[in-house]
């Protein structure tokens, strides 16, 4: 054995280990502390590649216990914390059967990474909305709910959001089926710097940053539209 393969697997197992904690803590009403734990595992997700490809020991069963750790993390997790909000975890739940709609988002997870893991076209984009993407979506509404600007009219239209189980079933579908899709998105990696090549990567991070400077958590939702905007120019133009 390797023993440097076991560092980015740690990282990895950590990942995991942070979902699991977030569904745990959902189940005791603490949403904050449930979508912190899931940025966590966002973090982890992102260092164990990192470190993974800086040992030189990246290969195929990393590469499973990744997709294993983000169906947990960026899949069931995430869904928890909708159907929470959707009022699954309510006595009177089952008067409201939509409520539950939100724990399909692991179904649909579980799907797109299987797909992921088999198609060798992912290199430079991707095909249907990334699991940490859909998860990001997710963690924000409570971050946003508990530290949000009160006098911001943005935050106001999320509280709005948040608080109808109707809106949240439906968009858990929504989040779903663009997971699944074949849409295509722009992949954060860079192979080179240049402008002509990376603008909307470039145009995406500008206002990322700009959006989160002005709006703090709230910029989030916004962030992931233009997203998916900006993807659709870069592959409708290319």
Known sequence: MNWKSLIPNAITQSNLLCGVLSIYFVSQDRLVLASLLILLAAFLDFFDGLAARALKVDGDLGTQLDSLADIISFGLAPSFIAAHMAGAFNLNSMDRLYAFTPFLMAAFAAFRLAKFNIDTEQKTFFKGLPTPAN?????????????????????????????????????SLLMGALMISSFPLLALKFKSFEWGKNKWKYTLLICSAVLLVVFHLAAIPIILLLYLIFSSIHFYKS
């Open 135 to 171: 998860a990001l979506f997710w963690l924000s509404l409570p971050l946003i709910d508990e530290y949000g600007n009160t006098e911001s009219s943005l935050v106001d239209l999320i509280h709005f959001f948040s608080s109808s189980a109707i809106l949240i079933s439906l968009f």
